[in-house]
C-alpha cells in the first residue's frame, strides 16, 4: 500500500481535477475513525480542539506532542484512513517543529498543519487571537518542509489566522509567503463569508502565481464565524478538502449528555435504549467476532 501522504495527494489532486472537495470528518478517537471509515469516508481529520477537550482541558496548547502522536497513531492502526493532524504552533520553535513532522510521520498521519498564532493559542473562532511576526512563522514553514523531505515527504499545511487579527489582505499575504517556503496547502482560518471563500482562493492564486501548486483546506466548524457551506461549493471555490473539526464530536457528546439527563430523571435507560449503538453492531465496527482470535488490523 502506498504511504499515506501519497494516497492523501492523489485523493486531492483527484478533487481539485474535477472541482470537487475531499471531506475529511473529525476523529476523536480511533472508533470514531472506524465509523467514519465505515461510512464509506477516504479520508480524516485529528483536531486540537477535539483531542484536547477529550482529555478534558482547553483547546490552549496544553497537551503534549507525545500526547498528539499517540492518538494519531491509535486511528491510524484503526482505520487506515489518511489523515491530517493538527499540530497547532509546532510545540515550540524550529528543533520542536522539525519533531513535530517527524512524530506525526511515524504515527502515520498523512500531513499535519501549523498555525501562526502566539503560544498559548486560541481557538482559531474566537476573539483575541495574536499572530507571531511573518518572517518567524515562514521560518517554522521552511523547518516543517525540509523535515518532510526525510519524514514520508509529510504534507505540510500552513495555517493563517490573519483574518481575524490583521484583516483579509494580511490573510492573503502571509498564505502567499507560506507557499513560497514550500506549503503544499494552505488552510486560511476564520473566514467569515461564503464570498470571503471565493476571494480568497481568487487572490492567493494572483499573488502566488500561476506556476505555484498547492491545495486548499476549508474549515467547517459550527458555532464560529463560518457559516455552514456545502462541501460541493467549496470544490467550486477551488479547496480541494474541507474538515469537519469537531461536529463528531459534538454530535457524540450532544446524545450522551441528553441520555445522561434521561436517566438521572428516569432511573432507567429503557426509553432510549433504541439509540444505543447494539453490541453487534459496535463489534462488528471492530471486526470482532466472540470465540474467534481477533487479529490487530494490518492497515499501514
Known sequence: MAHAPDRLRSLLDSAAASNQCLMMPGAFNALCGLAIRQAGFEACY???AATSVCAGVPDVGILTLDHFA???REIVDACGLPL????????????MVRRT??????AGAAGLHLEDQVFPKRCGHLDGKKLIPLEHSVEKIAAAVNAAKSARDLIICARTDARGVEGFDAAVDRAAAYVQAGAGMIFPEGLASEQE?????QRLRNKAGA??????????TEFGKTPIIPSARFGEMGYSCVIFPVSM???AMGAVARA???????????GFVDQMQTREQLYGLINYKPGVEWNFPARM
Open 46 to 48: 485529528v483536531s486540537g
Open 211 to 220: 506556476t505555484a501548486r498547492y491545495h486548499l483546506l476549508a474549515n467547517m
Open 101 to 106: 513532522v517527524v512524530e506525526y510521520a511515524r
Open 260 to 270: 445522561l439527563e434521561q436517566l438521572k430523571r428516569e432511573g432507567t435507560v429503557a
Open 197 to 201: 471563500f471565493a476571494d480568497f482562493a
Open 84 to 95: 491530517i493532524a493538527d499540530a497547532d504552533t509546532g510545540f515550540g520553535e524550529s528543533e
Open 70 to 72: 499517540r492518538l494519531i
Open 249 to 251: 464530536l459534538r454530535t
